[in-house]
């Protein structure tokens, strides 16, 4: 089973920041884009941000202006940083690597649960 393992997560106050690391077996330098989705209860995953191999950066509109996601192909992985967390933003985070038809590399890990709360 080949899968990232996603660390970072916890419990921050509403306004706060968080950065959530992930960490690949092998080079992701090839790969076309490393994302960042996450889950809530009874939720469906959803699409948080992605970054291609060329740097571009693709955000869901509910976190533009508050989340800046990179890779270190180098290190082979991928941040999320996250500021102004709100309690929305409550879930469990995962990444994952795509192609360019948006097929996924990994099998889905454990994901870091992010609980934004007073």
């Known amino acids: 089973q080949v899968q990232l393992v996603e660390s970072g997560g916890g419990l921050v106050q509403p306004g706060g920041s968080l950065r959530l690391s992930c960490a690949a077996p092998?080079?992701?330098?090839?790969?076309?884009?490393m994302g960042w989705f996450r889950q809530a209860p009874r939720k469906e995953r959803e699409l948080v941000a992605t970054?291609?191999?060329?740097?571009?950066?693709n955000y869901a509109d509910s976190v533009k202006g508050r989340f800046t996601i990179s890779r270190d192909n180098a290190k082979n992985t991928v941040y999320l940083q996250m500021s102004s967390l709100k309690p929305e933003d409550t879930a469990v985070y995962y990444c994952?690597?795509?192609?360019?038809?948006?097929?996924?590399?990994?099998?889905w890990g454990k994901g870091t649960l992010v609980t934004v709360s007073s």
């Open positions: 970054v291609t191999s060329g740097g571009n950066t």
């Open positions: 994952n690597g795509r192609s360019l038809h948006g097929l996924y590399y990994y099998a």
């Open positions: 092998g080079s992701i330098s090839s790969i076309y884009a």
